[in-house]
């Protein structure tokens, strides 16, 4: 067992020595057996949770998850380090390089006159640090592990910056519309239908972009208001609604509905 009296406060490198004392024979079984695949989804729910903490300004909700992040990049730090590959310190140094080298608006001579004059100098310093030749690799070094919706905007985005793009949003929800059609016709024929669907998803973002409108935020908008109404379409009848025909179900949807209204 070790000293388990609380500091009054404690600060970056106390954090590493808990990890690293978490890690250690004698220290915290569970901790000791995991790797860097094992903890994956960690990851992304801790930064989902922080997402979520934003979209509720619940700044008091943001610091613990911040901290929960933090708490898997030292995780994954300490385990890179046992095994002789980099430290928490390496990482650190990597992230400070990286944000003078893609700031040459600040520390270079570049000059930025607005937001996305930055925006632009940044994408540049990026594309020449990975090597990326075309736009087709910066598309593919696009993570496939990113929410889909978000992966397609920023795809089409790189798209745009290479003129590769309608100028109003007509042709895009002319787009849209051929792609229903197109998941009909497969959906008749039993063939192709998650291609169809999507192209649809796909061109869906592109109105979305040309509105303003970021698709990950509708999406999750509208799963919201799915269950709002849900719940109320449960109230509203004494019967469960597995109970009901669709007839039935499809009135109570449209009441609900009006009710919003």
């Given amino acids: 067992m070790v000293n388990s009296q609380c500091n009054a406060r404690y600060y970056m490198d106390d954090l590493l020595k808990i990890m690293k004392t978490l890690r250690a024979p004698g220290g915290c079984p569970w901790d000791r057996e995991q790797t860097h695949q094992s903890i994956r989804q960690n990851m992304l729910e801790e930064a989902y ?17 911040l901290g929960d992040v933090l708490l898997q990049v030292v995780f994954h730090a300490c385990m890179a380090e046992e095994n002789g590959q980099f430290t928490f310190e ?7 390089r990286k944000l003078v080298y893609r700031h040459p608006h600040v520390f270079g001579t570049v000059e930025a006159e607005n937001a996305q004059g930055a925006l632009s100098a940044w994408d540049a310093q990026k594309r020449l640090e990975k090597g990326q030749r075309t736009t087709a690799d910066a598309m593919d070094a696009v993570a496939q592990a990113m ?18 793009d309608w100028e109003e949003v007509a042709p895009a929800l002319d787009k849209l519309a051929e792609e ?7 959906i008749r024929e039993h063939s192709n239908v998650e291609e169809e669907l999507g192209d649809l998803l796909f061109a869906a973002v592109k109105v979305g972009r040309f509105a303003g409108v970021e698709s990950e935020t509708a999406l999750q908008k509208a799963s919201g208001k799915f269950i709002r109404r849900f719940r109320r379409m449960e109230e509203l009848t004494a019967r469960p609604l597995e109970e009901l025909d669709i007839p039935e179900l499809e009135r109570l949807w449209r009441k609900v509905k009006s009710e919003e209204r």
Avoid: T, W, Y
């Avoid at 229903?180 to 497969?186: A, G, I, K, N, T």
């Fill in 147 to 164: 929410p889909a919706l978000i992966r397609a905007e920023k795809i089409q985005g790189k798209a745009q910056k290479a003129g590769f």
């Fill in 49 to 65: 949770e922080a997402a979520d903490a934003i979209d509720h300004n619940d700044m008091d909700n943001l610091k613990e998850e």
């Fill in 180 to 186: 229903v059609d197109e998941l009909r016709q497969s």
């Fill in 90 to 96: 390496d990482v650190v140094d990597g992230v400070c």
